[in-house]
């Protein structure tokens, strides 16, 4: 019997309980619900196809269908439960390694303090499943077996964000589970934002600030502060305040859109204070004193401008190609070095970057960057090796390693020589190249 690809039919398998001499059944890709049953009365039933539906809850053993050779129940909405024992069967054919996603696309607002709980209401029976979470596609450190709840008790705005999990079995090897996407945010509350911003006074040097806050007026009226209706800060914006030390952690305030903190001294990790907010869209840290390498903003899926110019940052820039909405990027001024990642808007005339004043070379831009575009500064870059006295014996070789650009057989070097560029008849050995070699150094003068 098919009754195949209809997509019409509705409702749940029946038990076809007068159909004893049924040996085929294919009902795939239809719109049926509810659970397997488990074909008691039909010892003769040798191809079942239920794939390709809504069908869910735990999977029959299906211990009177003696002759079952093939059996497919992929893209349902099955978990693990009792898939284990049909997979020791080892059918012939046995196809149910992809199943739709579990959950629903679901967004928790937290009380700050208060326990997040998200309970996927699967295979509560099963106590080998693996749940490997992740938070903002980072994965979490440790795995859960056997729970099918994730908790997490005094929630923070560093655990807000997007949460997802991949869920396995080591008896049911084919199946990864996925769920939909489950966002998480602190609740905004009034006293709650006040607390960070107190504490942004009290470690930045807030009494000798050059525009000052009456802690005791109500905090809306704070100089550089705004806020939302419901009185939760949506701006902080202190230029040029004399502010000093390490600012707390901002990812406490929920509905913060923009952070505007340049020309003071601040120092510190950059990503240690803005981590998940997923609502900000403006960070602007340039002219200060942060350290450390670039975050990956995975956390804030809002942001459109950043600007880190005029720093003490280092290292590789990561991938920003999932920050679909970012604009305008300044990064000039700091060490950062290596390969530039793909960028969002990098072939858009009216996106912005600053690359300049680091320690980047052509082959760092060659691969994702059309630097041809105006609005895309990089150059002049920080100057590169280091000041060296080479002593060497006369009649020897010397040899000049720039250890940059190997591969690149487009750049072009033209060396100088007491500050006078190398002219005929005695060039470099190759302008291409990144090493100069002149062999018995005494024939030019050295």
Known sequence: MSISGCRKIIGSIPEFSKLTKLERLSLSNDSLTGPLPDFK???NLSYLNIGSNHLSGKI??????????????????FGFDGLAYLVKKKYKSFYYDYQDKIFIDTTYFIKFGDSLIIDLKIDSSVTNNIYNWYLNDIPSDTSIIGSNKLIIPNFKGLNSGKYYVEIKNPDAPKLTLNSFDIKSSVKCSKLTDSLVLVDLYNTCNGPNWHKGWSLKNPMENWYGIQTLSEGCVSQVNLPSNNLKGQIPDFS?????????????????IFYNFINNMIDLTNIDLSHNDLNGTFPKFIGLPAIKIVNLSNNFLFGEIPDLNKNFKLEKINLSKNNFSGLIPLIPGGNDPHFIYNFSFNNFTFEDFENNHPISLSEHKYAPQNKFFKDTLIQLKANSDLIIDLKIDSANLFNIYSWKFNNVSWLPPDPPNNNKENKLI???????GW
């Open 60 to 77: 029959p053993g299906l211990d009177s269908c003696f002759k079952l050779t093939y059996l497919d129940i992929s893209y349902n909405n």
């Open 41 to 43: 009365n039909h010892t």
């Open 438 to 444: 002149l062999n018995n150094i005494q024939k030019h």
């Open 252 to 268: 406490n305030l929920p509905e913060l859109r923009d952070l505007n903190l340049p020309n003071n001294k601040i120092t510190g």
